[in-house]
């Protein structure tokens, strides 16, 4: 597997590799193959650049409300007594958090003890 800072130095090789033909007047940098690696490659710098932000691609937001959504329904389903406590729910720190609630939950119903 790639490291992400690996990526990134290629990503970032790629756009200051073009920019710099780009000012010598090199033509070869127009072909379609390099044109398509720098557009992925800026859009992987502009990807990890605005994660988080208000200039995020839409895909990074409908993944980070996805996942909270996912716990809310979790958290939602133990308050509810829905969830008796089977099997595992993601991974950590979800499912520490599930555990925690369901100790706490189960205490609840037998009369805050």
């Known amino acids: 597997m790639t ?8 990503a970032e090789k790629i756009v200051a ?22 557009k992925l490659a800026r859009g992987y710098l ?13 895909s990074y937001w409908r ?3 996805g996942g909270v959504r996912g716990a809310c329904e979790r958290i939602t389903a133990i308050l509810d007594g829905k969830d008796n406590g089977s099997g595992v729910c993601g991974g950590e720190p979800l499912e520490t ?9 189960g205490k609840l119903k037998d009369g805050g003890e």
């Open 63 to 65: 993944g980070n409300d």
């Open 97 to 105: 958090l599930r555990r925690r609630l369901l100790a706490l939950v």
């Open 46 to 58: 502009a990807e990890v650049d605005t994660d988080c932000t208000d200039a995020a691609r839409p």
């Open 3 to 10: 490291d992400t800072n690996e990526l990134r130095a290629a």
């Open 17 to 38: 590799d073009y920019e710099y033909a780009e000012k010598q007047g090199f033509t070869m940098w127009k072909s379609r193959m390099l044109a398509d690696a720098l």
